[in-house]
């Protein structure tokens, strides 16, 4: 159980175009996801917090024009890189959060998607 | 100073040494403690939580000191499969946000 997927799960894009990347929880209802971003040989560091319904919730330092969430429904949410520039290339990683869940601190992984921006 | 931090590494060990990490984090208040693992290329997975009595799975044993604000990680006999980047994860105390330390890459040689 608990199963979190991405998709896709590698992507290239030539600089200046768009790319989204979705994230699904299979098995259960997610009240809350969040998106991670990697760069090499760094740890994961939250972007945003999405909430079913709700306006994303963005981290200091990250531009919420450049990087759209939306969370339309209990199993799906999305991040939009806009606009992607090399400097965006990083591997991607949503989580989610069990609605009803008697641990909220417990967070499902994707399997991350890593983008290369050219 | 950061909210979590751990050995930068990378650790060298040979096969069947014990290895251990250490942690240690900012926030007093914080309540869940866990220990992750990430293999190259891949997304991060809970290895264990650690909980203030200390626990044990098997050949891991997770161990958290309050007072020191300070978390460990011991493995014993360890495998090549052991290899990977272990990351020390702290929760808030308001909204269970997940903190993330660097992580200590920890590379096993036969």
């Known amino acids: 159980g608990a199963v979190v997927s991405q998709h896709p799960s590698w992507v290239i894009c030539k600089s200046g175009t768009s790319v989204k990347i979705e994230c699904r929880s299979l098995?259960?209802?997610?009240?809350?996801m969040f998106w991670y971003r990697q760069f090499p040989k760094q740890s994961l560091m939250l972007m945003a917090t999405s909430n079913e319904g709700s306006k994303a919730t963005y981290e200091q330092g990250v531009e919420k024009d450049k990087f759209l969430i939306n969370h339309a429904s209990l199993t799906l949410s999305t991040l939009t890189v806009t606009s992607a520039h090399p400097e965006d290339s990083s591997f991607y990683i949503c989580?989610?959060?069990?609605?009803?869940?008697?641990?909220?601190?417990?967070?499902?992984f994707g399997p991350g998607t890593r983008l290369t921006v050219l | 100073r950061k909210e979590v931090e751990q050995d930068p590494g990378p650790f060298n060990v040979p096969e069947g040494a014990t290895v251990a990490f250490n942690c240690t984090y900012s926030?007093?208040?914080?309540?869940?403690f866990f220990w992750y693992r990430q293999d190259c290329r891949k997304e991060p997975k809970l290895l264990m939580s650690?909980?203030?009595?200390?626990n044990e799975d098997g050949r891991f044993t997770a161990q958290l000191n309050r007072a020191s604000q300070y978390i460990s990680l011991l493995i014993r006999d360890s495998k090549l499969s052991d290899s990977a980047t272990y990351l020390c994860v702290v929760a808030s105390d308001s909204n269970y946000q997940l903190i993330w330390g660097a992580g200590t890459k920890l590379i096993i040689k036969p």
């Open positions: 650690v909980y203030s009595s200390g």
């Open positions: 926030n007093s208040a914080s309540q869940s």
């Open positions: 098995d259960f209802q997610a009240t809350t």
């Open positions: 989580s989610a959060r069990e609605l009803g869940s008697g641990r909220p601190d417990t967070q499902y």
